[in-house]
C-alpha cells in the first residue's frame, strides 16, 4: 500500500502547460509533452479505448502498465479534473470521457461549494471535497482497501503531497523539450531526494524515466 | 569544429549553486552535483594531477574525456574564473591552481577594467575581455586553430551562447538531487530542441547525460 505519485514533465521541470484554450484544453504542448506515452499499448487500451493491440510496447509501455497497476483510489486537483475551466456548470462531468481510465474511486480537491459524487461507467466515482492533503489521503486510502492510492496531479497537488513528506514513490517521465513556462514540479523541494532512493531509465523513445522509491 | 557546452546540472535544472563562502568557494551542494564527475579517471589526472590511475572508467569517465578532448580554446565567465569573489584583487590567478586543466587560450569575459594575459604552467593562458558572446567566439575561434571552442560556463553564459544560436553541442550531466535554488541552465530556453538531435544515457553512477547535437 503505497503513495504514489507519476507525471510527465519537460526537462526544465514543466510538469503542465501555458498553452491551453477552451477550445484545445490541453495545448499543443501537451501533445508534446505526453507523446510517447500516449503512444504506449497501454494508454491507446486504457485512456483512448483503442483494443486494436496497436502501440507502443517498450520500456514507456512498461510504465504506462505500473502507471495503473494497483491503484485502488486517485486524488487529484479541480483543475486536472476541469473544475477551473467550467467553474459555473453543475453539470460537467470532467474531461476524462463517459469511461474514465481510473476505474476507481477519484477524489477531486476543490475549495467550492460541495457537490454530489458523480459515477461513472468503468467503475470511476467522482468525490469533491474541500481538505488537507493529510485529510484527502486519510479517506483516499480507506476506499483503496490496500491498494496503492494515486496523486494524479496536477504539479501543484503533487507537490503539496511531495512536501507534506506523504508519497513513497514518485515516478517522473521527462521528455528531452524545454516549455520554457507552466508551472514547475520541483520549486521549494530541496533535498527531496535524501529520503528515497533514486533509479534512472532512458526509454526507446528518449523519455527518461526517473523513479524516487522510499 | 564546434561549439560546445558540458555542464552538470542538477535534476530541478540548477547548474550553480547558492551556498559558496570565501572559505569554500565551490560550496557543499557544489561537490554533491558534480561528484561523480570528480570520482572519474579522467578528473582525477587531468584537474587533480593525481597519476595513480585511480578513479572510476565507466560512462561518466568517457564524458569526462570527451569534456578535454579536441578543444582549443575555452570561454569563461568571470565568475567562473573568479573575479566576482576577488574583484580588487589585481594579482589574482583564478582558482584553477598553478597548472589549470584547459591547456588552451581562456578567454574571460568581465565588464571590468582591462587586464593583461596571465599565462599560466601547462599551456593555459587566460585573456579577458568585454565582448559580445560573437565577438568572443570570434576571438575564440581564431585561437582554436581548427579545433572546438568549448563554453565552459557559468549557467548565465552559456544561456547567453545558447540563446544567440552560438552553440553546435550541448552536454548536461543531471545528478539525481534537487538544489531548490541557484541559477537556472534553462531559463529563456523554449524549443531550445527543435534546431538539435537528442540523445539521453544513463551512467552506472546514476548521473544522467543528455546531449544536445545540431
Known amino acids: 500500500m503505497a503513495v ?3 507525471l510527465n514533465i519537460s526537462l526544465d521541470g514543466f510538469a503542465t502547460t501555458a498553452d ?17 506515452y500516449i503512444a504506449t499499448r497501454t494508454f491507446r487500451e486504457r485512456v483512448l479505448h483503442d483494443a486494436s493491440g496497436e502501440g507502443t510496447t517498450g520500456v514507456d509501455d ?3 502498465k505500473a502507471y ?11 483543475g486536472m479534473f476541469g473544475l477551473h475551466s467550467f467553474p459555473d456548470d453543475p ?6 470521457g463517459d469511461e474514465p481510465p481510473f476505474r476507481t474511486p477519484v477524489f477531486v480537491l476543490t475549495h467550492t461549494a ?22 484527502a489521503l486519510d479517506r483516499a486510502l480507506e476506499a483503496a482497501d490496500g491498494k496503492d492510492v494515486r496523486i ?23 521528455a528531452p523539450i524545454l516549455l520554457g513556462g507552466g508551472i514547475r514540479l520541483w520549486d521549494d523541494l530541496r533535498g527531496l531526494e535524501s ?19 522510499r
Chains 1, 2 share one sequence.
Open 4 to 6: 504514489r505519485v507519476d
Open 20 to 36: 491551453q484554450t477552451p477550445e484545445n484544453p490541453m495545448g499543443e504542448d501537451w501533445s508534446r509533452l505526453v507523446a510517447a
Open 62 to 64: 512498461s510504465y504506462a
Open 68 to 78: 495503473f497497476a494497483e491503484v485502488g483510489a486517485e486524488i487529484m486537483g479541480a
Open 91 to 96: 453539470d460537467w462531468r470532467g474531461w476524462w
Open 114 to 135: 460541495p457537490r454530489p459524487p458523480i459515477e461513472m461507467a468503468g467503475g470511476t466515482t467522482f468525490h469533491f471535497l474541500s481538505a488537507t492533503p493529510e485529510e
Open 152 to 174: 494524479g496531479g496536477g504539479a501543484t497537488v503533487a507537490r503539496d503531497f511531495l512536501k507534506a513528506g506523504l508519497v513513497d514513490q514518485l515516478h517522473v517521465a521527462i
Open 195 to 213: 529520503g528515497y532512493s533514486v533509479t534512472t531509465e532512458v526509454a526507446e523513445s528518449g523519455i527518461t524515466h526517473v523513479t524516487f522509491r
